[in-house]
C-alpha cells in the first residue's frame, strides 16, 4: 500500500489543524453544519493546540461583546450644538 493512500484516508477522518482554526474562526460568522461541528469536536479532544486556539478565540468573542469597539455603534445620534 502506498503511504500517499493512507495519508489522504486519514485526512479524510481527522481534519488538519489548519482546517480546524478555519472551522473555529468560521463558526463564529455562521453555523456551522453537522459534519463540520463532529470533525472540530473530534479533533480538538486528541490535539492540545487547537483546544488552546478555540478556548482563545471563545474568549475574545465574549471580550468583544462586553466591549464593544468604536466603529460600529453610531456615535450620540442626538448631539446637539455645544455652547
Ligand atoms: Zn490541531
Redesign the pocket.
Known sequence: MKPAAMESSKKRLKP??RE??RLVSEGMDRQLSLVERIRMRL??M??????R?NGQMALLRRAMHSFPLDGGAPRDPEQKDKP
Open positions: 488538519t489543524c480546524v482554526h479533533h480538538l486528541v490535539c492540545g493546540a487547537c483546544t486556539f
